[in-house]
């Protein structure tokens, strides 16, 4: 996992709502319409628009259509590799700072 666009992504508030109301409000999947973000954050089409390509670059989120629309859904797997790097992160840190 390239670290860094996953951290760009996740470093703006707007990005990190729609994130938290995809986890909590999206079907059982964590999957959720355009709509929706638009409505819950009051937010207008083109601005969700551009999040959703920057999650979806980042790989934190998938897109799929149904028939005309499209719906995006958590990507678990980045998740995953980002709390992996995090930890691996968080454990080289440790032990720079106990060699002091």
Not at 8 to 30: C, E, F, S, T, Y
Not at 52 to 75: H, P, W
């Amino acid at each position: 996992m390239e670290a860094l666009p996953v951290l760009k992504a996740l470093a703006d508030p707007v990005r990190l709502q729609i994130l938290h109301h995809m986890r909590d409000h999206g079907d059982h999947d964590h999957t959720i319409c355009p709509l929706d973000l638009m409505t819950a954050h009051s937010l207008a089409q083109p601005t969700v628009s551009h999040h959703m390509k920057i999650l979806v670059a980042a790989g934190l989120v998938t897109s799929f259509k149904r028939g005309t629309a499209v719906f995006y859904r958590l990507n678990p797997d980045t998740f995953d590799r980002l709390a992996v790097w995090l930890e691996a992160w968080r454990h080289s840190s440790d032990a720079s700072v106990d060699q002091r």
